[in-house]
Nanobody, 112 residues
Framework: QVHLVEAGGGLVQAGGSLRLSCVAS?????MAWFRQPPGKQREMVAV???????VYAASVKGRFTISRDNAKNTLYLQMNSLKPEDTAVYYC?????????WGQGTQVTVSS
């Protein structure tokens, strides 16, 4: 069982920035950020697998940056130029072999 703990959510005005972090209890091959806007399904935001380039959803490309500190088992998401449509609960995901683990989520609210 891999435990994931997110931090860094909050309320920000449109155009502002936030940085999310996720600490994992152990290393997983893939780590990712997902989000679930109010009343909508969960969607992938960005993925960073070991040895591979990051992958971004089209809606955040150029504004968000995902990074990993493997020594600290920590995943980050730098979010710039935030928009009201970025409002969601953001979840950290870890994947290894056929197993997925999720954090508890952190709320990000962007006011217009």
């Amino acid at each position: 069982q891999v435990h994931l703990v997110e931090a860094g959510g909050g309320l920000v005005q449109a155009g502002g920035s936030l940085r999310l972090s996720c600490v994992a209890s152990e290393t997983t091959f893939s780590m990712a950020w997902f989000r679930q806007p109010p009343g909508k399904q969960r969607e992938m935001v960005a993925v960073k697998s070991l040895g591979n380039s990051p992958v971004y959803a089209a809606s955040v490309k150029g504004r968000f940056t995902i990074s990993r500190d493997n020594a600290k088992n920590t995943l980050y998401l730098q979010m710039n130029s935030l928009k009201p449509e970025d409002t969601a609960v953001y979840y950290c995901n870890g994947r290894r072999s056929n197993s997925d683990w999720w954090g508890q989520g952190t709320q990000v609210t962007v006011s217009s």
